[in-house]
């Protein structure tokens, strides 16, 4: 694999981990990080985003979706790994971005 691609990965999880974490201090709610999480998705379609092929914009998302199932996982008090992850999220379909 290549060593950015780990980088990445390891970047996501550290986010994951972030929200979580301001989640338990009560800066934020688990409903505050899907609002923020979800408007980033919606974002990836409008502006200067909307020139990018349908694969371009769900590699743009891949990380956007990561996190919003980490929030997911975390309300439910489950913690699954990067390749969980990166399995749901190949395993669903992509209607916000088309």
């Not at 990080?33 to 990836?44: D, M, N």
């Not at 975390?74 to 088309?98: C, H, N």
Request: aromatic share 4%; net charge negative.
């Amino acid at each position: 694999m290549n060593t950015a691609n780990l980088q990445l990965e390891g970047l996501y999880m550290a986010l994951a981990a972030m929200n979580r974490l301001m989640v338990e201090k009560g800066l934020v709610s688990h409903a505050d990080v899907e609002a923020a999480l979800s408007q980033a998705i919606a974002g990836i379609d409008a502006g200067d985003r909307s020139e990018l092929s349908k694969s371009n914009r769900s590699s743009v998302a891949f990380p956007i979706r990561l996190l919003l199932l980490a929030n997911e996982a975390a309300e439910k008090g489950d913690r699954p790994d990067f390749k969980d992850y990166a399995r749901r999220i190949g395993q669903q379909d992509m209607p916000q971005v088309e």
